[in-house]
Every structure is written in structure tokens, then in C-alpha cells.
């Protein structure tokens, strides 16, 4: 068992690592990049650099907020 946490903490880290690397790159160093260099075809336009991470936001925000709402529910059937 603590084999395979270690390889699926591995792996979201690993994950994390990549997505951070992105998007750091993406947002920091690609605006000061020319506009006809290849490197522009592997990334979103700029534009998306803001919609992604408050579309993650509003989606974990609701999320968060129905699960609690669901555990506040099902303490208070357990208490009646």
C-alpha cells in the first residue's frame, strides 16, 4: 500500500510540476516572445490565461459549497 501512495503522490506532483511549469511560462515569458515564432503554436491564445483559472475557480468554488451543503444535510437527517 505505501508503494502505490508513493507513485500516485509522484504522480500529482509530477502533474502539479508540469501544469505550474505551463502556465508559468505561458502567462510570464510568451508575451515578450515575437508573435511568428513556432513556439506561439503550442499555447492558447493569451486570453485564455485568464478564463482557464477563474473557470477551475467558479467550478471548485461550487463544488466545494454543494458538498458542504450535502454534509450539512445528511448531519442534520442524522440528528432528527
Do not use: N
Not at 500529482?12 to 510570464?28: A, E, G, N, Q
Not at 503550442?42 to 466545494?64: D, K, N, S, T
Amino acid at each position: 500500500m505505501e508503494l502505490a501512495d508513493r507513485a500516485v503522490g509522484f504522480v500529482l506532483s509530477f502533474i502539479s510540476l508540469s501544469i505550474f511549469t505551463y502556465y508559468t511560462f505561458w502567462v510570464i515569458i510568451l508575451p515578450f516572445v515575437d508573435t511568428d515564432h513556432f513556439i506561439h503554436q503550442f499555447f492558447l491564445p493569451q486570453e485564455y490565461a485568464i478564463f482557464i483559472p477563474v473557470f477551475a475557480g467558479v467550478a471548485l468554488l461550487c463544488f466545494l459549497c454543494m458538498f458542504i451543503g450535502y454534509v450539512m444535510l445528511k448531519s442534520k437527517k442524522k440528528k432528527a
